[in-house]
């Protein structure tokens, strides 16, 4: 807990918080102005049952993109300061330490995406629609599994890997699994070997766009589909087994 806890005070030293908080005023900002004469099947896409999936997608990919750059350098940064030795004479095994630095990276993420969800609220209560903080606050569950996946991957292959490598490996991850449901429909309408190449690479992204669909669903009142969050949590597991079991051979 003394790590973990130590990781979350560095990196809200670090001014993440604040810049999480610039942010999201500038999305709503963004999205009650300059998209407000824009429509959607006759609707100005400022009607917040329009609006809020697409808020919900972008409040989610920032929330994905302070984690991975809050995760990827956590565990090398670590290691280079040499602060590892310290705990290692402490008797705690690498296991232990790497899943406290990813719980660090987690909870810090959590309260940046925490604070996006919250500019939310405060865009449904300008345009009348207090009626709702419940269902958001509902949907912003599904944020956590997103960010959740985000850092585990990242923290474990960072474990074992250069930091470039690990950030390009990542954003390839994060972004294809952000952008899924636009590469599903690309490998539906092409054909030959470009087709088969990103089904495959759909089968080992994880589903970030399902998720933020549905928590869209959540907020507007349409069914959810529970394998999106299974499949979600098998991530969450697997990259879980790999800060449990990955070790770093400058320990």
């Not at 402490?90 to 330490?97: A, I, N, P, S």
């Not at 919250?118 to 958001?136: S, W």
């Not at 890997?161 to 994060?174: C, N």
């Given at each position: 807990?003394?790590?973990?806890?130590?990781?979350?005070?560095?990196?809200?030293?670090?001014?993440?918080?604040?810049?999480?908080?610039?942010?999201?005023?500038?999305?709503?900002?963004?999205?009650?102005?300059?998209?407000?004469?824009?429509?959607?099947?006759?609707?100005?896409?400022?009607?917040?049952?329009?609006?809020?999936?697409?808020?919900?997608?972008?409040?989610?990919?920032?929330?994905?993109?302070?984690?991975?750059?809050?995760?990827?350098?956590?565990?090398?940064?670590?290691?280079?300061?040499?602060?590892?030795?310290?705990?290692?004479?402490?008797?705690?095994?690498?296991?232990?330490?790497?899943?406290?630095?990813?719980?660090?990276?987690?909870?810090?993420?959590?309260?940046?995406?925490?604070?996006?969800?919250?500019?939310?609220?405060?865009?449904?209560?300008?345009?009348?629609?207090?009626?709702?903080?419940?269902?958001?606050?509902?949907?912003?569950?599904?944020?956590?599994?997103?960010?959740?996946?985000?850092?585990?991957?990242?923290t474990a292959l960072s474990i074992q890997?250069?930091?470039?490598?690990?950030?390009?490996?990542?954003?390839?991850?994060?972004?294809?699994?952000?952008?899924?449901?636009?590469?599903?429909?690309?490998?539906?309408?092409?054909?030959?070997?470009?087709?088969?190449?990103?089904?495959?690479?759909?089968?080992?992204?994880?589903?970030?766009?399902?998720?933020?669909?549905?928590?869209?669903?959540?907020?507007?009142?349409?069914?959810?589909?529970?394998?999106?969050?299974?499949?979600?949590?098998?991530?969450?597991?697997?990259?879980?087994?790999?800060?449990?079991?990955?070790?770093?051979?400058?320990?």
């Amino acid at each position: 807990m003394e790590i973990t806890i130590n990781v979350v005070r560095e990196k809200i030293r670090k001014k993440t918080l604040y810049i999480t908080t610039i942010l999201g005023i500038l999305v709503v900002v963004l999205f009650s102005t300059d998209m407000g004469s824009l429509t959607i099947g006759g609707k100005r896409i400022n009607d917040y049952y329009v609006l809020i999936p697409i808020l919900i997608n972008v409040v989610n990919f920032l929330a994905g993109a302070i984690t991975l750059a809050i995760s990827v350098t956590t565990v090398p940064n670590e290691y280079e300061r040499r602060t590892s030795h310290l705990v290692w004479s402490r008797g705690v095994g690498q296991g232990r330490y790497h899943f406290s630095l990813a719980a660090g990276n987690m909870i810090v993420s959590w309260i940046s995406g925490g604070i996006l969800y919250a500019t939310l609220c405060i865009f449904a209560i300008v345009n009348g629609y207090a009626n709702i903080l419940g269902k958001i606050i509902g949907a912003s569950l599904f944020m956590l599994l997103y960010v959740a996946i985000i850092c585990m991957l990242t923290t474990a292959l960072s474990i074992q890997l250069p930091v470039a490598v690990t950030g390009v490996i990542m954003i390839l991850l994060f972004a294809g699994g952000a952008f899924r449901s636009i590469l599903t429909l690309v490998a539906a309408a092409l054909t030959g070997v470009g087709g088969k190449v990103i089904k495959r690479s759909l089968q080992i992204l994880p589903n970030l766009a399902g998720l933020s669909k549905q928590a869209g669903n959540l907020v507007q009142g349409n069914p959810i589909n529970v394998n999106v969050i299974i499949t979600s949590l098998i991530f969450i597991w697997i990259a879980g087994l790999g800060i449990l079991f990955f070790r770093k051979k400058e320990a």
